[in-house]
């Protein structure tokens, strides 16, 4: 915890802007030693970017837009923002999605594809990052026990070959498999989790050979082997304290950089868990849990391991966390205002 940190950190920040006074996507500066947060520029206007993702040379910023209907038609969209300028976040392009309200983005060097997850219908949008055009729309289908799909996370899966969609309705993880000569997408699997519990996002080891789901609606975080596609799970942990008997629902999960330290957030208790990773087999050993300074903690991102930056969704503010030379968590300064705050995406992380 010696290591000396760079002063300040620059950020994106994804809002809501239905019921807010957001203007969209912002850029901000925090101070990484006294917490003192500045705004440095906002961008286009375009209603709700929730969740954001760079371009792999971070000249290009993703958005969806997370609607239920876009300019007329059904659903969402997601936009290009040209941030090659530092000081300006200028809007390229927008395209439907193909399915309703997208709340999670991401991109991949390997395939050169976007990829959303569309909460509203369960859809997973695959879109050509040249040109930026939807190439496929996957539904995630209804069973008798889950009744309702709920897409709210996609990525590529280390290695290149699957796409993990996390499926908050359906209890489950499930995978595609891609195709390099054909440029396709199909099905692969699924893997279920336990029924109630609401997975919402997953996070990898750096050696890719464990993944970690967040459950937001039993409050726990999920441990599971992980090989060629498929899920086996190893280890079930809560992120509340004993005794804790109010609301409460998980959001974002985060690994840290080295792959010692993972991180949940508790929206209703406010507070953020960690966890030290065993090196050997993955496993997890709850830390501790620290308070966010803020209500409703949507997401957080890390910066040099021993930062991290939280969007506090129902106070509209975002805060500054800092581990001492314990590993403890702490709030430093104050919190800054910042209305329908939910995602955070740091420039240097």
């Known amino acids: 915890m010696e290591k000396k940190l760079n002063n300040t950190a620059a950020f994106y920040v994804g809002t809501y802007t239905d019921g807010t006074l957001s203007e969209g996507i912002y850029k ?7 917490g ?7 961008g286009d206007f375009v209603k709700n970017p929730s969740y954001l993702a760079f371009s792999p040379d971070k000249k290009k910023l993703y958005a969806v837009l997370e609607t239920e209907q876009y300019e007329g038609a059904y659903g969402g969209a997601a936009a290009v923002f040209n ?11 927008t395209a439907l999605t193909g399915g309703s309200a997208p709340c999670h983005i991401s991109v991949d060097t390997a395939t050169k594809h976007v990829f ?3 909460y509203g219908d369960g859809v997973v949008s695959v879109f050509n990052a040249d040109g930026f055009t939807l190439s496929a729309a996957f539904k995630h289908q209804p069973t008798a026990q889950n009744p309702t799909p709920h897409a709210h996370f996609t990525a590529m899966a280390p290695g290149g070959k699957y796409l993990c969609a996390v499926d908050l309705g359906l209890d489950a993880i499930i995978t595609y498999e891609y195709d390099d000569a054909r440029g396709k997408f199909s099905l692969f699997e699924p893997c279920p989790v336990a029924t109630g519990s609401g997975p919402r996002h ?3 080891s750096p050696d890719g050979k464990t993944a970690y789901a967040v459950h937001e609606l039993s409050s726990e975080v999920e441990a599971f082997d992980y090989k060629d596609g498929r899920f086996a799970s190893k280890q079930k942990l ?7 008997a109010g609301e409460n629902s998980c959001a974002a ?3 840290s950089a080295d792959g010692k330290k993972l991180f949940a957030s508790n929206r209703g208790h406010d507070s953020i868990a960690v966890y030290d990773i065993d090196e050997g087999n993955g496993l997890l050993n709850r830390k501790g849990i620290y ?3 803020g209500r409703s903690p949507r997401d957080f991102a890390l910066v040099h391991d021993e930062c991290m930056i939280v969007a506090n969704q129902d106070s509209n503010a975002i805060t500054l966390l800092k581990a001492d030379e314990n590993g403890n968590w702490a709030q430093v300064g104050d919190a800054f205002p910042l209305p329908g705050a939910v995602c955070v995406l740091p420039v240097l992380a």
């Open 238 to 244: 809560g992120t509340l304290p004993e005794g804790f």
């Open 28 to 34: 901000c500066e925090v101070n990484l030693e006294t």
């Open 202 to 204: 997953i996070v990898f």
């Open 36 to 42: 003192i947060f500045k705004a440095l520029a906002s």
């Open 291 to 293: 308070g966010c300074g």
């Open 253 to 255: 999960i985060k690994i």
């Open 83 to 93: 941030i090659s300028d530092p000081d300006k976040i200028t809007l390229a392009q």
């Open 116 to 118: 959303a997850a569309n």
